[in-house]
């Protein structure tokens, strides 16, 4: 792997995924998982380059290119420099894999950069990396297993604490009943907001919000910053967040602006979808029978009954760094497992002999989307006649 850095020269350090690498105080992602791939500072024989979308987009600021300067005005692609960094398909290493990244909504910004995209590198990539489920790799958050990892063993030692399945959810039960016999026993709900109205989805969110309240939820609602009065600057650790009473709550409000966000954070069937209630009152209405109900409410967290049975010794999983028999896994761990499946698929792509890449990358990324997300948004004539955006062909 070759990851660009700000303006496409600061390449990562070099990191060596193999099955046992003390050198880095890591272990698990050998051949069977990776296929011992590098972080490499030698671009032209890297197998795949990663592009962040996040840095693409200040490059493409800092060139010039803006609003259909890409269709109008040619003159950035002949400069020598961005074609060292994007060089016509002609030019390329033939077996080096692009790999699109982003990190962040996809309506954000919605429509600008379609435009911006000159079409020689819209067409360039060969992979996506997203939280998108239809991308090529889902870029996933934390992981099921640490947070079970939490409860079933001791964070320090590894050694196991003992509980059943059934004594787990007790447990849980139990903390978010001890409000009950206090002054704030009415409490169910957490929200965290302090954007109530900079841009056009703050204003959509906190009228839904303040729909749910109307409709009873204000009794209940333990709310927090700007825009309840209320900004805070604590900085949580992660004792401070266990003791806190945010963690009694039931819910947290959630509102995100891209649909496929709630499976990037949110274990199975541990969410309630908005969208399913035909009015915000309805919504409040089944909060508050969940609130009533422990039973029903506990359907909530049986995906806690998927616990590994090497959840703490898979290599999939966890890094076993050392000193230590169990570790925290970050979303940094969870970053470099994600790249041992992009290096994965590059290598069956290659097995199968099989060259694919995206006529339109941003026809996957700023196109594909809600319908309500692109409703005032205009686009380019090239992206909008794409059918098969996918090119799959076998190489002879």
Not at 4 to 12: A, C, L, T, V
Not at 44 to 59: F, G, R, S
Not at 165 to 172: G, N, Y
Request: positive net charge; glycine residues 4%; proline residues 3%.
């Amino acid at each position: 792997f070759y990851q660009n850095g700000r303006n496409y020269e600061k390449p990562f350090e070099s990191t060596i995924f193999k099955e046992d690498n003390e050198e880095y105080g890591e272990k698990g992602y050998g051949h069977k998982v990776c296929g011992n791939c590098v972080f490499t500072n030698d671009r032209e024989a890297a197998d795949a380059l990663i592009v962040q979308n996040t840095i693409l987009q200040k490059y493409q600021k800092e060139y010039g290119i803006t609003i259909n300067s890409s269709v109008k005005n040619n003159r950035f692609l002949q400069d020598e420099k961005t074609k060292k960094d994007f060089p016509p398909f002609e030019n390329r290493n033939q077996s080096q894999y692009w790999v699109f990244v982003n990190y962040e909504s996809g309506a954000k910004n919605i429509e600008i950069q379609s435009w911006r995209m000159p079409p020689l590198w819209d067409e360039s990539f060969n992979i996506t990396y997203s939280y998108k489920r239809d991308s090529d790799i889902v870029r996933g958050y934390g992981s099921v297993q640490n947070i079970l990892r939490d409860f079933y063993y001791d964070h320090k030692t590894g050694e196991s604490l003992g509980l059943s399945h059934e004594e787990h959810l007790s447990k849980i039960i139990d903390w978010k009943n001890s409000l009950k016999g206090t002054s704030e026993k009415n409490l169910h709900t957490a929200w965290f907001v302090s954007n109530c109205d900079h841009t056009d989805g703050a204003v959509k969110r906190w009228e839904q919000g303040k729909k749910m309240m109307e409709a009873g939820l204000d009794k209940h609602l333990l709310g927090e910053g700007k825009c309840f009065n209320g900004p805070t600057d604590r900085a949580f650790s992660q004792n401070d967040i266990r003791k806190s009473k945010w963690t009694k709550m039931r819910f947290y409000l959630a509102f995100e602006n891209a649909i496929h966000y709630i499976a990037k954070v949110a274990p199975p069937n541990s969410f309630i979808h908005a969208e399913q209630f035909a009015t915000p009152a309805d919504l409040v209405f089944y909060m508050n029978y969940l609130w009533k109900n422990d039973t029903a409410y506990m359907d909530y967290h049986r995906w806690r009954n998927l616990k590994s049975p090497d959840i703490k010794t898979s290599p999939i999983y966890i890094f076993i760094k050392k000193g230590l028999k169990i570790l925290k896994w970050t979303q940094s761990d969870r970053d470099m497992y994600d790249w041992c499946r992009i290096c994965r698929l590059i290598r069956e792509k290659r097995a199968e002999k099989i060259n694919r890449w995206y006529k339109s990358v941003m026809k996957f990324w700023r196109y594909d989307v809600h319908d309500e997300c692109k409703a005032k948004a205009t686009y380019p004539e090239r992206i909008k006649n794409i059918d098969e955006n996918l090119v799959e062909i076998p190489i002879h």
